[in-house]
């Protein structure tokens, strides 16, 4: 890369901490340009496209490639996708273990199918990269779950 563009690039991870030890994530993944492509709004909550469909099967199969991750609440938004994340042992031995690559496999697994199915071979379907925070304690935990299940209300 052109050294004089690297300046540009905001670092979004935390500094210096390893992403690959075991605790609980919260994860935001944006559509690519924020495009309602997952599904749309109704009064009952969220309906799913097909496109949507395909997020939420991939990451349910998640942790069979995986095998230290477990599942937590998610939510499968229009143009967005939250999630928490539960790494259950520490992973430092695992080649492309931890958050970073949990988050890229699913990217290219969804990305790979709603292209499939759209027909449209190198499409964008994600934003570069994705939003995360580490979560600490209890109180934190239970505020994120509350606010992935309301978020379609919002």
Request: hydrophobic content about 30%; charged content about 25%.
């Amino acid at each position: 890369m052109n050294q004089r563009f690297l300046h540009n690039r905001r670092i979004i991870r935390k500094a210096n901490f390893n992403y690959s030890k075991p605790g609980i994530y919260f994860v935001t993944i944006n559509t690519y340009n924020k495009r309602k492509l997952l599904g749309s709004l109704t009064d009952s909550g969220i309906q799913l496209s097909k496109f949507g469909e395909i997020v939420e099967t991939v990451w349910n199969t998640m942790p069979g490639l995986h095998v230290y991750l477990k599942l937590d609440e998610y939510v499968v938004m229009p143009n967005h996708f939250h999630a928490l994340l539960h790494i259950k042992h520490n992973i430092e031995s695992c080649p492309n273990g931890g958050v970073s690559s949990i988050v890229r496999d699913f990217k290219s697994s969804t990305t790979r199918k709603i292209n499939e199915l759209r027909q449209t071979p190198g499409g964008r379907v994600w934003q570069r990269s994705y939003w995360d925070k580490i979560v600490y304690d209890t109180e934190t935990l239970c505020r994120i779950r509350e606010y992935i299940k309301t978020n379609p209300r919002r």
